[in-house]
């Protein structure tokens, strides 16, 4: 059931939200040199690796680690990256990930590949058998202000919760925060 619910929202999403995606397509390619697309290696289900698409927010060369552990995030970020990231439009093509089955709308956001503390946590608490989301419990819940443990705590709750109801809720819960631009530092 879960899948069909991707499935059919992610094709209503995309074509509600085509003339958006191509707009900010645009919008990257004007105000930075590079691609428009940004592929990160990210841990899906069962720890298997997936290219995950985000529209590039950050300059070319910015090493591939968690935006909290670069010295100073912002002096990577391209003119348009700081609103792209506060406002979300940076997961937009994301929906692309959901629509291969890599991505579930709603599950732990998906890991860096080198995020090692955060994998090995993951899979001590079972959470690794689920599918990565666009969104989580934990993001509606602090986002990138919730040390790693705290994270997987709520991945964990997510992992014995879950339900199309509570899915349903969390959706609702992620468009209060995007609106507000709650729980982003960068």
Known sequence: MKRVFDLLLALLAA???????????????????????????????????????????????????????????KFYLTPIGSFLRKSSLDELPQLWSILLGDMSFVGPRPALFNQDDLIEFRIQHGVHSLVPGLTGWAQVNGRDELPIPEKVRFDAEYLRRQSLWFDCYILWRTAIKVLKRDGVTH
């Open 15 to 73: 074509l509600l939200l085509f003339v958006p995606i191509i707009a900010v397509a645009m919008a990257v390619r004007l105000t930075s040199r590079g691609p428009v697309f940004y592929w990160s290696d990210r841990v899906g289900k069962g720890n298997r690796i997936f290219k995950m698409p985000k529209f590039r927010s950050m300059r070319v060369g910015t090493p591939a680690v968690a935006t909290h552990l670069l010295s100073d995030p």
